[in-house]
């Protein structure tokens, strides 16, 4: 059974920093694409950043660009999102997602609130 858990979440001022984390088990951690989502209340999930199974290729939303940064430990099978000069519009729900080839999977998710 697949299952990819998310921690880090939490109410953060806007400027602050959160370092969000996916354990992944259940699944070849080291073969599966890896990617961060986050859905704000009343839009649609939107990618935020990836990375590579090889972790050759990251690539970010343009929003997040040089603030946040993805990364991943395969011996942990764990994918970070280090995220820092926090804005009000990066609340929301956070998901992690593995890919790989026809196979998705969704973690549960963590809240992310900027607010002051």
């Known amino acids: 059974q697949v299952q990819l858990v998310e921690s880090g979440g939490g109410l953060v001022q806007p400027g602050g920093s959160l370092r969000l984390s996916c354990v992944a088990s259940?699944?070849?951690?080291?073969?599966?694409?890896m990617n961060w989502y986050r859905q704000a209340p009343g839009k649609e999930r939107e990618l935020v950043a990836g990375i590579r199974s090889g972790g050759g290729s990251i690539n970010y939303a343009d929003s997040v660009k040089g603030r946040f940064t993805i990364s991943r430990d395969n011996a942990k099978k764990t994918v970070y999102l280090q995220m820092n000069s926090l804005k009000p519009e990066d609340t929301g729900v956070y998901y992690c997602?593995?890919?790989?080839?026809?196979?998705?999977?969704w973690g549960q998710g963590t809240q992310v609130t900027v607010s002051s």
């Open positions: 997602n593995a890919v790989l080839f026809t196979l998705r999977y």
């Open positions: 259940g699944l070849t951690f080291s073969t599966y694409d």
